[in-house]
């Protein structure tokens, strides 16, 4: 299987003004197939899990490419249902029912998103090898109908801990504490947090970290309840890394800040600003790490339609524009992001490598020896 990382060179897509999450609902089982005439005439369905396009978050960025590609936007999709279309399985039974009715229905390109899809997607792409499916987060799957998109999610986890610390620092926290909350363990997750509390340990070699796995996408409730736990204890910032569950914690983020206390929640995937608005101007979400999934679906549907299309793992890191920070927060001063600017530029330079590992990060200076992620 070959592999590649995106560089500058490859195709990146401006995403300046993408549109508000509110609207669409997920489209059922049983949908018509595709007639698509637009961007080619390709034409591609979205599998999600249980969250669905709504999670504001990992799922919504997905759809956010697919929308670029055909030129629609959020509020107004005329080519859903016939170019493109969504399907959200509620259980994870319903994933290979899924693949294999939209490879029934033909459609140009099958994307699935999240390592959870792995497995089914494996069997049925075998099945069916002129069939060409995509799936974000996984590199594992080695078939040549199957294009795998994996980002650097460490590097750019890496530069919202060292802006949430940066931030500390600035108001004067000594010795401040900041937690991880993940969905469900993995490989995958494991880059989120390990890039978290580097970035942290690089301005407070000596902080203390906290995490807490929901072990689901759609939990809300345990992550609010986490949240609030770890805030009544002193906690200064907690990043979620699990897609609709981490809403939990940033609700109990806003809960707080409306009473005036000094915490912050931290956005994953998608730029949470909005969501963790409390008043007109204020948000308690600090920043959030952006993971350009949209890129990837329109790296997917580029390939379908220029027909270079093959099985391959493409990695999108911060030199590729594929993960990232949001500094929509006026929280995250100039000085702030001058300074985090500065780590993205020594990182993209390999003059700062991240570990993506637990195992790897385990062996750097002042590391914690026992959270709880997993390398597999």
């Known amino acids: 299987m070959l592999r590649r990382m995106v560089c500058g060179t490859a195709l990146i897509v401006t995403l300046a003004g993408a549109p508000a999450f509110a609207g669409a609902k997920p489209q059922q089982s049983g949908s ?27 799922n919504a960025a997905a759809w956010r490419g697919i929308l670029q590609f055909y030129g629609d936007t959020w ?3 005329p080519q859903r249902g016939k170019a493109y279309d969504v399907v959200t399985a509620q259980t994870q039974d319903m994933y290979i ?30 099945g069916n090898p002129n069939q060409k499916y995509m799936i974000v987060d996984v590199d594992w799957i080695n078939l040549p109908n199957v294009l795998e998109a994996v980002f650097a999610e460490h ?36 880059k989120f947090e390990v890039g978290f509390v580097q970035g942290i340990l690089s301005v407070f070699p000596r902080a203390q970290i906290l995490d807490y796995y929901v072990n689901s996408w759609g939990e809300p409730g345990l992550a609010k309840t986490q949240a609030k736990n770890w805030y009544d204890s ?21 809960e707080y800040r409306i009473q005036g206390k000094n915490v912050w929640a931290i956005g994953v ?88 590992t637990n195992a790897a990060a385990k062996t750097l200076p002042g590391f914690p020896q026992d959270l709880k992620a997993l390398d597999n």
């Open 32 to 58: 018509p197939g595709p007639t698509g005439s637009q961007a080619g005439g390709i034409t591609v369905r979205l599998l999600t899990d249980a969250t669905g396009i709504d999670d504001k978050s990992f």
């Open 75 to 77: 509020t107004n999709t």
């Open 155 to 190: 590097e750019g986890s890496y530069l919202v801990g060292v802006a949430a610390a940066l931030k500390a620092q600035a108001d004067g926290i000594e010795n401040p504490k900041f937690g991880f909350i993940g969905g469900v363990p993995g490989s995958t997750i494991t």
């Open 97 to 126: 029912p899924n693949l294999r009715q939209a490879t029934d229905e033909q459609y140009d390109l099958i994307v699935a998103t999240g390592f959870t899809f792995a497995d089914a997607l494996t069997e049925v792409a075998k």
């Open 269 to 356: 995937d998608s730029d949470q600003h909005e969501e963790g608005l409390y008043t007109a101007t204020e948000s308690a979400v600090l920043t959030s790490m952006i993971k350009r999934v949209e890129t990837s679906l329109l790296y997917g549907l580029t390939m379908v339609k220029n027909n270079t299309f093959k099985g391959e793992v493409i990695t999108f890191d911060v030199k590729a524009d594929g993960v990232g920070y949001s500094t929509t927060n006026p929280a995250i001063t100039r000085d702030i992001q001058s300074r985090v600017e500065a780590v993205k530029q020594q990182i993209m330079a390999g003059q700062i490598k991240v570990a993506g």
């Open 234 to 254: 002193g906690v200064y910032a907690i990043y979620s890394a699990a897609g609709g569950s981490g809403n939990g914690t940033i609700a109990q983020a806003k």
